[in-house]
């Protein structure tokens, strides 16, 4: 039988090429999304993986919608923590707010999915985790004082996570992406793209296809060694 994955904000963006390259692989998708209905619709129309609502910063919600979900399509197998947002500021111009919202919905979000599924992987003595942080997380950056302690943080969580569940057949990893080309860096304003690309030695953006396929490799029973490691993708940007 297929196993079951959940993608975090798995619609568009990182997530959306995650949910194509898991579901194009064998495994039954279920991408979770936060507000865009109609991308949502258009997504599942177009590709045929299933497409759920909620708020993974939400900690009821995290635990009800997995335990609905594991009983309409069997028990939740991975998990791609991938869902994320910035709120960028200087921190002496940051109000609570901004960073309340990144921690919430970026690092947060990472406990409270995987606490909905940990007790059903350890008793299958299966799982597989895969926490989508960032570079940012691992150099720090300019006005990303919240979003850089997040992913800093999801790196500490996915080695502790993946000590207490060595033995029972589940591996815990994070990916660090660099700069890829999605709607979040097209966000940033031209003149400032151009000085990031200038700084990546491989000389461009990374696609989104690069990071989906670490993942598919990091969930198959080839990557069973593979526990509590982050793997850095950001074309020479920086090397942890
Ligand atoms: P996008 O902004 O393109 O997509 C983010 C996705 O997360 C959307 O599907 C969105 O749902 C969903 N989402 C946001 N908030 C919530 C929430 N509260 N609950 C559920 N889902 C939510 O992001 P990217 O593809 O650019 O980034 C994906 C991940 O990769 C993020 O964690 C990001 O920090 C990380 N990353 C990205 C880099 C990049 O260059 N793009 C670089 C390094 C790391 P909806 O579609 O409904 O809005």
Redesign the pocket.
């Known amino acids: 039988m297929a196993r079951v994955a959940i993608v975090?904000?798995?619609?568009?963006?990182?997530?959306?090429?995650i949910s194509v390259s898991l579901h194009e692989a064998g495994y039954k998708v279920i991408?979770?999304?936060?507000?865009?209905?109609e991308?949502?619709k258009a997504f599942s129309a177009k590709t045929g993986i299933a497409v759920s609502?909620?708020?993974?910063?939400?900690f009821t919600a995290c635990q009800e919608k997995v335990a609905s979900l594991s009983k309409e399509h069997g028990p939740i197998d991975i998990l791609v923590?991938?869902?994320?947002?910035?709120r960028d500021a200087p921190l002496h111009k940051m109000g609570y707010d901004a960073w309340d919202d990144v921690l919430?919905?970026?690092l947060s979000?990472v406990f409270n999915m995987s606490r909905a599924v940990i007790n059903s992987m350890r008793e299958r003595g299966f799982g597989r985790m895969v926490n989508?942080?960032?570079?940012?997380?691992q150099a720090g950056q300019f006005g990303q004082v919240n979003?850089a302690a997040a992913?800093a943080g999801m790196v500490g969580f996915t080695k502790s996570l993946a000590l207490e569940t060595a033995s029972k057949g589940i591996t815990v990893n994070a990916i660090?992406?660099?700069?890829?080309?999605?709607?979040?860096?097209q966000s940033v304003e031209q003149s400032i793209l151009s000085k990031i690309i200038a700084r990546i030695p491989v000389g461009r953006?990374?696609h989104?296809q690069e990071?989906a396929r670490a993942v598919r490799f990091l969930v198959s029973d080839d990557a069973a060694f593979i526990t509590g490691s982050t793997l850095t993708i950001?074309g020479g940007q920086y090397m942890a």
């Open positions: 975090t904000g798995g619609i568009r963006g990182i997530g959306e090429a991408a979770n999304y936060a507000s865009h209905d991308r949502a609502k909620w708020d993974v910063g939400d923590n991938n869902a994320g947002i910035t919430r919905v970026n979000s989508i942080g960032s570079i940012n997380g979003y992913k660090a992406p660099g700069y890829i080309d999605t709607e979040m860096v953006l990374g989104t990071i950001n």
